[in-house]
């Protein structure tokens, strides 16, 4: 029974992780693009705080010997509700939570793709613009013809005309 507690206060954790983890997925679909890294920075500590608290799930489900094989199908949601003993039914329906969050974050990370891959066009075109700019082709010219501040395009600046 306390296994089964803690557990339970551990997924909760782990959901309350993954909620935190949908609202920055969530923020990356609108916001700027110079916060883009910022939020994929977030997520991966996140996702770094999860792989903590199924390391402490794993140690607590192995503790747990008489039930250990039943706990792991009621974490990993690979049986019925109904075919669990009663006390470990909290621990799938805690599990069940965190499927649901990470089932809306599977759905949401296609369009985070697509909506990166836009900005990597954008950019891209916007680089290609500038490159084929007047400004652009004339700084080309602008070093191999010598001309800069240090090299006077006239040797002779001092000569009168």
Do not use: W
């Not at 747990?64 to 075919?83: F, H, M, P, T």
């Amino acid at each position: 029974m306390e296994t089964t507690n803690e557990l339970c206060r551990i997924l909760t954790q782990k959901r309350e992780v993954f909620v935190r983890y949908e609202n920055e997925t969530a923020a990356l679909l609108t916001c700027p693009i110079d916060d883009i890294e910022q939020h994929m920075k977030a997520r991966q500590q996140l996702a770094d705080e999860v792989d903590g608290l199924d390391v402490h799930i794993a140690q607590l489900t192995q503790k747990s010997k008489e039930q250990q094989k039943e706990l792991e199908l009621a974490i990993k949601n690979l049986c019925a509700r109904q075919e669990l003993s009663p006390e470990v039914q909290n621990v799938f329906d805690a599990s069940q939570q965190i499927f649901a969050v990470i089932h809306r974050i599977q759905r949401m990370e296609t369009n985070v793709q697509e909506r990166i891959q836009y900005e990597q066009k954008m950019l891209l075109e916007k680089i290609k613009q500038l490159n084929r700019s007047t400004t652009a082709k004339a700084s080309k010219y602008y070093g191999k013809t010598g001309i800069s501040e240090t090299n006077n395009f006239f040797p002779f600046h001092s000569k009168k005309a």
